[in-house]
């Protein structure tokens, strides 16, 4: 029996996705990659510049895949969001453990905070600085311990920042954040001090950056001083 029944070849069905308009939130996926390579050293500010300017510009998904074919992060990443915050389930162990016994441990700058991170801080302090870092997940969840130690933990301002936990003869301490992005990370710290401090604050001034505000103001920046004088 013939089958009549015409099937989509799939080099037609790539073409075709191709093709399609892109979302906004297309555009946000691409420019998250440009910013990660930009910050990698893998593109120069001239390049991130130019190629985040036609990402704006940018019609179809196809036209936004160029930008981003020479870079290892589009053969990683896919077009689905950042997972949940809520409900995704978590590693049975920590991606990274940051401990410091009788000394300093600190995480800073523009590192990227697996799902569970671990710190224990026994006569000694450990600061976990996340408001320059890279986020892959919806959720960051820190357990913290500290006997006869400091954990610090900052977050950027317009991330969700939660507490749960106690002191024993110590303090812990959360100033709980609530982001007004529903999309925004969420940071939970847990933890137990003994002897000991916790904290978790905002970084004030500190902001995940939006890079397509950032981009259309220097956009705009152009304009008014590429505007001819009457």
Do not use: C
């Amino acid at each position: 029996m013939v089958d009549l029944q015409k099937r989509p070849e799939p080099a037609a069905t790539a073409a075709a996705a191709t093709e399609m308009r892109a979302s906004d939130a297309d555009r946000d996926r691409i420019a998250d990659i440009l910013r990660e390579a930009l910050a990698e050293g893998r593109l120069t500010a001239d390049e991130h510049a130019e190629r985040v300017e036609g990402v704006l510009a940018a019609k179809t998904v196809g036209e936004l895949d160029v930008f981003i074919r020479d870079l290892p992060a589009a053969h990683r990443r896919t077009h689905a969001p950042l997972p949940p915050a809520e409900g995704a389930p978590l590693p049975a162990d920590p991606d990274d453990n940051v401990v410091a016994v009788f000394s300093s441990a600190v995480r800073k700058g523009r590192w990227r905070p697996g799902r569970r991170v671990h710190a224990y801080a026994v006569f000694g302090s450990v600061e976990i600085d996340l408001s320059e870092a890279l986020f892959e997940y919806r959720q960051v969840v820190i357990r913290a311990v500290s006997v006869f130690g400091h954990v610090d933990v900052r977050v950027p301002e317009n991330v969700s920042l939660r507490g749960t936990g106690g002191g024993v003869l110590g303090s812990f301490e959360v100033d709980h954040l609530d982001a007004e992005d529903p999309e925004a990370p969420v940071v939970r710290l847990d933890g137990w001090a003994v002897l000991g401090s916790i904290e978790g604050r905002a970084r004030r001034g500190k902001l995940i950056a939006d890079i397509l505000d950032r981009v259309h103001r220097v956009m705009a920046d152009k304009g008014l001083r590429r505007r001819p004088e009457r």
